[in-house]
């Protein structure tokens, strides 16, 4: 079973509306028994109406008419078993019910037609985000590798998060990111700087100037996707769109890694029960704001040894919260979980982010975990 499929399981607590139902048909039912008991002046009828209202918001037009249905019964038993049908208070009461289950029934259908148009539009971006965001390898020279996505809670849209691996003739370069925004914008954002790095990754020998070629690219994706037809807002924020990126260069033959930052949050490196903070000593601004801000990508040079595991993660990890709204310590729960493989440490991390969260993240996450095997011979 794959992670993605795993940390679906891990979500799953959702309640079918046939257990739901129980709720208003209980209702219905206390209300009668004791609607048919009560004193002549004490009518409880209008009771009955808060039955497939409840039901509405859970269920469908079939299932809500229903339970509206029952309701008109059960109060058509409480008339009978009173002062009779023509009672002309048990009229009104009845044809109230009946009313208001036709409005709820209705409003059911609408919810219904909009939350599956929902699904359609999730499914279509969620397809489009899958197939510019390919699984890493899981071996590439002497790293091993395992990379993960997490969709935010249901109902959230899709995000630009994004990761890429490419390899070269002298080692390994990676790219994590977070492009500015949600929807299909985002997804064709990072799909515009997925594409830029698998074709840029070999051609490049120094990694400032792939990081400089990638911001050439996304001020480039921002023109392309402006259209004249757009209105003021659309247009100003495409103008305003950024990526923010770690790009990597990890050797074959050296014990070490080059990090080029562009305001994305640092990389955790584990090592001996502790992770280190791989902070930039010249961070550069995101993608796509460099060349307003005239500045050239520095890289910095970080140890990397055997044993060594690489996690890089994207915002929506570090800034998930708990109930009580304080942000998820991955750097300190991050240095527990050594000694295991990489597709282990993110199932770790994966658990313990949505258990912390409450089992719903606020925005989507991608985590990438990268391990240096001992070197052969």
């Known amino acids: 079973m794959g992670i993605r499929q795993w940390t679906d399981g891990l979500r799953d607590g959702t309640r079918p509306a046939s257990a739901l139902v129980a709720v208003p048909v209980a209702l219905i039912a206390v209300v009668t028994v004791v609607g048919i008991n009560v004193p002549p002046d004490v009518h409880l009828g209008p009771f009955l109406a808060a039955a497939p209202a409840l039901t509405a918001s859970f269920a469908g037009p ?116 977070d492009v500015r925004g949600k929807g299909l914008d985002a997804v064709s954002g990072a799909a515009g700087v997925l594409g830029a790095f698998r074709a840029l990754a070999r051609q490049e020998e120094h990694l400032p100037d792939l990081a400089a070629r990638l911001e050439t690219s996304v001020a480039a994706h921002r023109i392309d996707s402006l259209n004249e037809n757009d209105d003021w807002s659309t247009a100003q924020r495409i103008a305003e769109d950024f990526v923010t990126a770690a790009v990597l260069d990890i050797p074959d033959a050296a014990h070490e890694l080059r990090l080029v930052s562009c305001g994305h949050p640092p990389p955790l490196l584990l090592r001996e029960g502790r992770a280190h903070v791989l902070g930039a000593a010249e961070p550069g601004p995101p993608l796509g704001v460099g060349t307003l801000a005239g500045t050239r990508p520095t890289e910095d040079v970080f140890a990397f040894r055997p044993g060594d595991t690489l996690l890089l993660y994207t915002d929506g990890v570090t800034e998930a919260r708990d109930l009580s709204g304080c942000f998820y310590p991955l750097a300190e729960r991050a240095a527990s979980w050594q000694g295991v493989e990489p597709g282990q440490l993110l199932e770790l991390v994966c658990a313990d982010l949505l258990r912390y969260a409450g089992g719903r993240l606020g925005d989507d996450a991608a985590v990438v975990a990268v391990e240096r095997l001992p070197d052969a011979g």
């Open 62 to 177: 079939r299932l809500t008419a229903s339970v509206g249905l029952l309701a008109v019964l059960a109060q058509v038993i409480v008339a009978v078993n009173r002062s009779g049908l023509t009672d002309p208070n048990h009229m009104f009461q009845i044809g109230a019910l009946v009313l208001i289950s036709v409005i709820v029934t209705i409003f059911a259908g609408l919810r219904e037609r909009n939350a599956a148009e929902m699904v359609q539009l999730r499914t279509v971006a969620e397809a489009a985000q899958r197939s510019v965001l390919r699984p890493l390898p899981v071996r590439s020279g002497p790293l091993r590798l395992a990379s993960v996505y997490l969709a935010a809670e249901a109902g959230a849209q899709v995000g630009g998060d994004l990761y890429a691996a490419a390899r070269t003739a002298r080692g390994t370069r990676l790219i994590i990111g």
